[in-house]
């Protein structure tokens, strides 16, 4: 049986990371990498696909858990008869991408505790069974290119492809267990002191916290965001500057069913409202790593700019399936690799022209070569503009003239535009302002149903569109426009479940797909911003609000929430569920939010 997703804490060091669940099971785990194979799949699979355990051995009355203050190192403590356990989980940062530590440490807090460790090593998602060497150490494990060891004073006992370890805690005593990753051609690293490994750890967190400007400190929404930003930090691969959407594949947005995907790679369509959030929170370091990673990713022929792409930029992300893997839950198919890849959709090239537009406003360096990239992307979108694509939701139904990609194409030669006009960039400008006005009156003629009172998701459709509530933010349409009033009533009208929002409704939209899924955050964070927009101050707090109460009880969001089983869905943790957060929050907190900075 899964384990709910909400049960799931997340951790990691700028390099890769783990899912632990509230009963001590690491069931998800990639090495070296957020996007490399799988040495735990517990989480897609069952425990015999690869889990690391450290529990009580005895009934457990009660677990409470919690991050340490401004870090991403967790702490889950178990109540029992015999006395109380803290086991602590951490990440520690590391200069060297190929060598990675996991280290949890047991201290009792109260009596003797007997404990059981539990530890099934599997690589390529739960499928290879590793070569597994008794050291003086520990334990050693190979199998093919990458090779594990676990350093621990306990004795160590093999049954059935499993490792299992008895033993006891004391009050006041720690005993301590690393698993330390590294390639099996390369020798280990040397074992550094794991309680030295905590300080450094939790030292590096509370220095990086410190720069936080979203403020005063006693704020009510300050842990909320900050927890935000850790867990942002806590997706970026640092040696490439790069933040991956999730760091797990495969969670499904309908339980049971087909929607799974893989989402451990990096949206362009991301990058500007990534690019708020760290700035206005005051992260420029990150902001600059993001957007250079975004510079070189982007790189190359025009017409073969992507939506995403891999941690270093890499370009083909092939989908493939696993069958030895059940899927969470019994949803199944489980993928890796994403075919969306290869879709067209022409809302990119806006999203990317935004992107920098945000970093000239905020003093980020202007090299020619970037403005180069960016001249060459709207020249080639002065013919592609008027094409059908697959749209911001990567349908797999056909092509279609989604109402979004054209207003992102209208973004594009805006903000190519402004470049020129505040920055004194050159450009072909009277001829892109004719190209602008073309997509605004194509736009307002055929994305709007006079029958709905709406803008509807594609031409020629009736189906509404979560992604039309950006309109005012990217300043298409002023927030007090009718007609963008109207389409957020519409939105308001037959996309709210529950309070939440729905990108669209599968069962109007035909995109290849049996119909179900949950409510998508980050949509739900849009109407609250459009709620700041249109002088709704009270929706828009309210709305807020009830979006907080459904992080887990360690502030974590996955990408969707099921409104009737009350449960999160989809790939967990959902950077951009936690962006929405981030810029709700400043939007509400100042009348110079993302909100209001993204159209000037």
């Given at each position: 049986m899964?384990?709910?997703?909400?049960?799931?804490?997340?951790?990691?060091n700028?390099?890769?990371?783990?899912?632990?669940?509230?009963?001590?099971?690491?069931d998800w785990?990639?090495?070296?990498?957020f996007?490399?194979d799988?040495?735990?799949a517990?989480?897609?699979?069952?425990?015999r696909?690869?889990?690391?355990?450290i529990?009580?051995?005895v009934p457990?009355h009660?677990?409470?858990?919690?991050?340490?203050?401004?870090?991403a190192?967790?702490?889950?403590?178990?109540?029992?008869?015999?006395?109380r356990?803290?086991?602590?989980?951490?990440?520690?940062?590391?200069?060297?991408?190929?060598?990675?530590?996991?280290?949890?440490?047991?201290?009792a807090?109260?009596?003797?505790?007997?404990?059981?460790?539990?530890?099934?090593?599997?690589?390529?998602?739960?499928?290879?069974?590793?070569?597994?060497?008794?050291?003086?150490?520990?334990?050693?494990a190979?199998?093919?290119?990458?090779?594990?060891?676990l350093?621990t004073?306990?004795?160590?006992v093999g049954?059935?492809?499993?490792t299992v370890?008895?033993?006891?805690?004391?009050?006041?005593?720690?005993?301590?267990?690393t698993?330390s990753?590294?390639?099996?051609h390369?020798?280990p690293?040397?074992?550094?002191?794991?309680?030295?490994?905590?300080?450094?750890?939790?030292?590096r967190?509370?220095?990086?916290?410190?720069?936080c400007?979203?403020?005063?400190?006693?704020?009510?929404?300050?842990d909320?965001?900050?927890?935000?930003?850790?867990?942002?930090?806590?997706?970026?691969?640092?040696?490439?500057?790069?933040?991956?959407?999730?760091?797990?594949?495969s969670?499904?947005?309908?339980?049971?069913?087909?929607?799974?995907?893989?989402?451990?790679?990096?949206?362009?369509?991301?990058a500007?409202?990534?690019?708020?959030?760290?700035?206005?929170s005051?992260?420029?370091?990150?902001?600059?790593?993001?957007?250079?990673?975004?510079?070189r990713?982007?790189?190359g022929?025009?017409?073969?700019?992507?939506?995403?792409?891999?941690?270093?930029?890499?370009?083909?992300?092939?989908?493939?399936?696993?069958?030895?893997?059940?899927?969470?839950e019994?949803?199944?198919?489980?993928?890796?690799?994403?075919?969306?890849?290869?879709?067209?959709?022409?809302?990119?090239?806006?999203?990317?022209?935004d992107?920098?537009?945000?970093?000239?406003?905020?003093?980020?360096?202007?090299?020619d070569?970037?403005?180069?990239?960016?001249?060459a992307?709207?020249?080639?979108?002065?013919?592609?503009?008027?094409?059908?694509d697959?749209?911001?939701?990567?349908?797999?139904?056909?092509?279609?003239?989604f109402?979004?990609?054209?207003?992102?194409?209208?973004?594009?030669?805006?903000?190519?535009?402004?470049a020129?006009?505040?920055?004194?960039?050159?450009?072909?400008?009277?001829?892109?302002?004719a190209?602008?006005?073309?997509?605004?009156d194509?736009i307002?003629?055929?994305?709007?149903?006079?029958?709905?009172?709406?803008?509807?998701?594609?031409?020629g459709?009736?189906?509404l569109?979560a992604?039309l509530?950006?309109?005012?933010?990217?300043?298409?349409?002023?927030?007090?426009?009718p007609?963008?009033?109207?389409?957020?009533?519409?939105?308001?009208?037959?996309?709210?479940?529950?309070?939440?929002?729905?990108?669209y409704?599968?069962?109007?939209?035909?995109?290849?797909l049996?119909?179900?899924?949950?409510?998508?955050l980050a949509?739900?964070?849009w109407?609250?911003d459009?709620?700041?927009?249109?002088?709704?101050?009270?929706?828009?707090?309210?709305?807020f609000?009830?979006?907080?109460?459904?992080?887990?009880d360690?502030?974590?969001?996955?990408?969707?929430?099921?409104?009737?089983?009350?449960?999160?869905?989809?790939?967990?943790?959902?950077?951009?569920?936690?962006?929405g957060?981030?810029?709700?929050a400043?939007?509400l907190?100042s009348?110079?939010?993302?909100?209001?900075?993204?159209?000037?």
């Amino acid at each position: 049986m899964s384990k709910p997703i909400e049960d799931y804490g997340f951790i990691g060091n700028t390099l890769t990371g783990a899912l632990i669940a509230r009963d001590g099971s690491v069931d998800w785990l990639c090495l070296p990498r957020f996007d490399g194979d799988a040495c735990f799949a517990a989480l897609l699979g069952e425990p015999r696909h690869g889990h690391w355990q450290i529990a009580p051995a005895v009934p457990v009355h009660d677990v409470t858990r919690r991050y340490r203050p401004d870090t991403a190192i967790l702490e889950t403590t178990f109540a029992t008869d015999a006395g109380r356990v803290r086991l602590i989980d951490f990440m520690p940062f590391s200069d060297d991408e190929r060598h990675v530590d996991l280290v949890r440490l047991v201290r009792a807090e109260r009596g003797c505790v007997p404990m059981r460790m539990t530890l099934t090593m599997r690589f390529g998602y739960g499928f290879s069974v590793p070569w597994v060497r008794r050291e003086r150490y520990g334990l050693s494990a190979v199998v093919g290119p990458d090779a594990l060891e676990l350093y621990t004073p306990v004795e160590l006992v093999g049954r059935d492809f499993t490792t299992v370890a008895e033993f006891s805690v004391g009050e006041d005593a720690l005993v301590p267990f690393t698993l330390s990753y590294h390639p099996s051609h390369q020798p280990p690293a040397p074992l550094r002191d794991p309680l030295q490994q905590l300080d450094e750890t939790e030292r590096r967190w509370h220095d990086w916290v410190r720069q936080c400007t979203f403020g005063p400190a006693d704020h009510p929404w300050r842990d909320a965001v900050i927890r935000s930003l850790i867990t942002l930090k806590t997706l970026t691969f640092s040696p490439t500057g790069a933040i991956v959407a999730a760091p797990t594949t495969s969670l499904p947005e309908r339980l049971g069913g087909v929607r799974n995907w893989d989402y451990r790679y990096c949206w362009i369509r991301d990058a500007t409202l990534t690019l708020y959030s760290l700035l206005n929170s005051g992260y420029r370091d990150e902001a600059i790593a993001w957007r250079e990673w975004l510079l070189r990713a982007a790189a190359g022929e025009p017409s073969q700019l992507q939506i995403m792409y891999g941690l270093a930029g890499e370009r083909r992300l092939t989908e493939l399936e696993l069958p030895w893997l059940p899927g969470y839950e019994g949803s199944a198919p489980v993928r890796i690799g994403n075919a969306a890849h290869e879709q067209r959709q022409l809302d990119v090239p806006g999203e990317l022209m935004d992107v920098l537009h945000v970093g000239r406003r905020a003093h980020l360096e202007i090299t020619d070569a970037s403005w180069q990239l960016q001249t060459a992307i709207l020249n080639r979108l002065e013919h592609d503009w008027v094409c059908p694509d697959e749209g911001i939701w990567e349908v797999r139904g056909g092509l279609r003239h989604f109402t979004h990609s054209r207003l992102m194409c209208w973004v594009a030669f805006d903000r190519g535009i402004r470049a020129i006009e505040s920055y004194g960039l050159s450009g072909p400008v009277e001829r892109w302002r004719a190209v602008r006005e073309r997509i605004r009156d194509d736009i307002c003629t055929n994305g709007w149903n006079d029958e709905k009172q709406s803008f509807v998701q594609y031409y020629g459709g009736r189906a509404l569109d979560a992604s039309l509530l950006v309109m005012a933010q990217v300043g298409f349409l002023p927030a007090d426009d009718p007609r963008f009033v109207a389409t957020v009533a519409a939105i308001e009208r037959e996309l709210i479940e529950d309070g939440l929002v729905l990108r669209y409704r599968p069962d109007e939209t035909p995109d290849g797909l049996p119909p179900g899924e949950g409510a998508f955050l980050a949509c739900s964070f849009w109407l609250a911003d459009a709620y700041l927009m249109l002088g709704r101050r009270r929706d828009a707090l309210a709305l807020f609000e009830r979006l907080l109460d459904l992080r887990n009880d360690l502030g974590l969001l996955a990408e969707e929430y099921a409104t009737e089983a009350r449960r999160q869905l989809g790939n967990f943790p959902q950077a951009f569920s936690h962006i929405g957060l981030i810029n709700t929050a400043h939007n509400l907190v100042s009348a110079e939010g993302p909100a209001h900075q993204r159209p000037a």
